[in-house]
Nanobody, 122 residues
Framework: QVQLVDSGGGLVQAGGSLRLSCLAS????????MGWFRQAPGKEREFVAA????????VYADSVKGRFTISRDNAKNSVTLQMYSLTPEDTATYYC???????????????WGQGTQVTVSS
C-alpha cells in the first residue's frame, strides 16, 4: 500500500514557475514508477511526466517537454515536478501517481495523490 500526498500548487502568472512535490508513505517507494497527470475542468485526465523507479528514465508529454522536469529522491520517498514557462493552458489539477507498470499510465496506476491545483493567469 502506498499513500501519496501532493503539494506545491498555486496561482502564478504566465511565464512563471512552480514546483510540485509528492511525498509517499511506505518503505517500498523505490519499487514504484512515479508520474504526474493533470485534469482541467471539462477535460479528461492527461499524462504529464513519468520517472522510472530507479530515476534512470524520464518521459514527458509533448506539451510540457523542455518546460517541465520530473525528478525523484528514493531516500526521501519523494517525487518533484519543476514547472517553468507556465501558460494558461497548464491550468489544471495535478495528481501524483504510482504504479509498477512501465510506461506509467493513468489506467494502470493504482495509487494517486489527492491533487494540487495549478492556476496560471494570463
Amino acid at each position: 500500500q502506498v499513500q501519496l500526498v501532493d503539494s506545491g500548487g498555486g496561482l502564478v502568472q504566465a511565464g512563471g514557475s512552480l514546483r510540485l512535490s509528492c511525498l509517499a508513505s511506505g518503505p517500498i517507494f523505490r519499487t514504484y514508477h512515479m508520474g504526474w497527470f493533470r485534469q482541467a475542468p471539462g477535460k479528461e485526465r492527461e499524462f504529464v511526466a513519468a520517472i522510472y523507479r530507479t530515476g534512470s528514465v524520464t518521459v514527458y508529454a509533448d506539451s510540457v517537454k523542455g518546460r517541465f522536469t520530473i525528478s525523484r529522491d528514493n531516500a526521501k520517498n519523494s517525487v518533484t515536478l519543476q514547472m517553468y514557462s507556465l501558460t494558461p493552458e497548464d491550468t489544471a489539477t495535478y495528481y501524483c501517481a504510482a504504479g509498477r507498470n512501465w510506461p506509467l499510465r493513468a489506467s494502470s496506476a493504482p495509487y494517486w495523490g489527492q491533487g494540487t491545483q495549478v492556476t496560471v493567469s494570463s
